[in-house]
């Protein structure tokens, strides 16, 4: 039983949740700032429940889409070398065992959007988003810009948790969401950024494969470039969060000129003639800067 497990969380990466989690908590908490203001008398349980819907919600559907994404390219994961070893194509896990792990985490996640009732936009734009995540894991076959869908995927989710923390308010007040849209382009900008970095390594069995990516349309060194854009854009837009709302400010520009630094020794650690360290560039410096943003804007809403 605990080695099954262990194999499903290794099939859906799940440490790597770390990835996203930290900007659904950040604008979480932005949100919650602006309704407390609103709304002081919610009661302690009313947040316990909103904070466990958003964990719950985030960590559900990663894993639906990111066991939809084995199952599906299960083939091709066997015919690439750097692949090879996954849980399907060594048969470590069968396929009616991811599809039953796709199917109870896409059940999971729609019914854990339940946990925002009365405020019924979670669980009305449950299976649309459901939908795009799975999506996700067709699109290297028909658009090199797959990198920029996986970003979109993980940028819904400071969308998605300020939607679960301020409702119907959205509606209403369209502006109300600016903080969260500038949140959701940094993030999509910064993931397509790494992804394309990460996706270099299959350059050459994309392109034999007739598989759509940047590295294999752009080359390589082109491909670097263009990651390049996608975090100088993902910079911009989290030096403009501080502009949509006076509840961040200093800590978080701050933050956000490490968060640069980082980003630029990412983008050093990976040329074109050497791929050697792209490992250590894309989970040593990316868990890192989730992490770090959040301490920023955790320290501009509680302690400025």
């Known amino acids: 039983m605990a080695a ?62 990111m066991a939809f994404n084995r199952l599906v390219d299960r083939e091709i994961d066997a015919r690439n070398p750097r692949t090879a070893d996954r849980h399907l194509p060594k048969g470590l896990l069968s396929v009616s065992d991811v599809q039953r792990l796709v199917y109870s985490s896409s059940v999971l996640f729609i019914g854990s959007t339940l946990l925002f009732l009365p405020n019924w936009l979670p669980a009305t734009l449950s299976l649309p988003v459901l939908a795009w995540l799975l999506g996700y894991s067709y699109a290297k076959r028909f658009t090199p810009f797959a990198h920029v869908w996986l970003g ?7 969308l998605a948790a300020w939607i679960a923390v301020r409702g119907p308010a959205v509606l209403s007040n369209p502006s109300d969401i600016v903080p969260a849209c500038v949140l959701a382009l940094a993030v999509t900008a910064w993931v397509a950024g790494f992804d394309t970095i990460y996706a270099c ?8 494969e007739h598989l759509q990516s940047l590295p294999a349309r752009f080359g390589i060194k082109g491909a670097l470039y263009i990651s390049g854009f996608f975090h100088l854009l993902a ?5 403009a969060l501080p502009q949509t709302t006076p509840l961040v400010g200093i800590y978080t520009t701050s933050t956000v000129c490490g968060i640069a630094v980082l980003l630029v020794v990412e983008h050093l650690l990976v040329s074109s003639r050497d791929l050697s360290r792209i490992n250590q560039a894309f989970f040593t410096v990316n868990a890192v800067i989730g992490l770090v943003l959040l301490a920023g804007i955790s320290a501009d809403l509680w302690l400025a």
């Open 4 to 65: 099954t497990l262990r194999s499903y969380l290794e099939l859906v990466r799940f440490s790597h949740t770390i990835f996203a989690m930290p900007f659904a908590i950040m604008s979480g908490m932005i949100a919650a700032r602006i309704e407390v203001a609103e709304n002081p008398q919610l009661s302690a349980f009313h947040w316990l429940k909103l904070a466990i819907g958003i964990v719950v919600c985030m960590a559900t559907a990663r894993t639906a889409a």
């Open 152 to 158: 979109t995927a993980l940028g819904l989710t400071p």
């Open 201 to 208: 390594q299959d350059a050459a069995f994309d392109s034999n």
């Open 235 to 239: 910079t911009v837009a989290l030096l």
